[in-house]
């Protein structure tokens, strides 16, 4: 049975990104309108994951986010939380990989929703480009997402964090909101496969950008995140046996 369901959710997420990408051309003429559409498919994927796949999510910390765009400093474990972070949080943007950017449909649609690419292979540059164009998202309204660790990370594992959310943080005079999540305990890297249950994102306090140079930020920011990984983590089917 949880591979069927599995099935359908991927045939509603095929289906669903071309009608989304279609709806997405003409709502790229209102400003932030793409990002609505996108809002919405975000929307259609978790409930297809809830009432098909059995995979739920509990949140705390709702009271953190304030009326003021910051910036989203969140663990990645999977691609869930890139859905759930456009469910919980304002209208925001993500800073990914330009490579993203070649799939069909998705990438499309992300480079349309004004997603912050940079290059990695770039150097000082990707870092000027990113700060160039949170300046321009910050200026739109937008809050805008970050995964400090740059990348997807085990469950039970800690990758090293980064110093480019902090560095945006200073520069674009914007909060840092830590969030942790466990979702890799029921969506493993790089599966096909989701697995049935709850999982838990907490949300903290924000981080005011006047709290600390670059280095100060990012450690604070690693040490709350980390510090409810070890609180969330080992409750879903995929984290790794002792």
């Known amino acids: 049975m949880l591979l069927i369901r599995n099935l359908i959710h991927w045939l509603i997420l095929c289906v669903s990104a071309i009608i989304m990408f279609i709806l997405v051309l003409p709502a790229a003429l209102i400003p932030r309108g793409a990002n609505q559409i996108g809002k919405a498919w975000a929307r259609v994927l978790l409930w297809s994951l809830k009432n098909i796949v059995g995979l739920k999510y509990e949140v705390e910390g709702l009271e953190n986010i304030s009326d003021r765009p910051s910036i989203i400093c969140c663990k990645h474990q999977s691609g869930w939380e890139t859905l759930a972070l456009q469910e919980v949080f304002p209208l925001h943007v993500y800073v990914a990989k330009k490579e993203l950017f070649k799939i069909p449909f998705f990438g499309w649609g992300l480079k349309i929703a004004k997603t912050i690419g940079i290059d990695r292979k770039a150097g000082s540059k990707a870092a000027a480009d990113m700060i160039r164009q949170g300046r321009e998202r910050k200026k739109e309204g937008f809050w805008i997402a970050v995964f400090p660790e740059g990348t997807r990370i085990k469950p039970g ?13 200073k520069m674009l005079e914007m909060d840092m909101v830590p969030v942790a999540v466990n979702s890799g305990e029921y969506w493993p890297r790089d599966s096909f496969l989701k697995y049935p249950g709850t999982i838990k994102m907490i949300i903290g306090k924000p981080i005011p950008y006047t709290a600390g140079e670059v280095d100060e930020l990012t450690a604070l920011c690693e040490n709350w995140i980390e510090g409810q990984m070890h609180m969330i983590s080992g409750q879903g089917p995929c984290y790794p046996k002792a």
Request: aromatic share 8%; charged share 30%; proline share 0%.
């Open 157 to 169: 594992e800690s990758g090293k964090y980064k110093q480019g959310a902090a560095r945006m943080a």
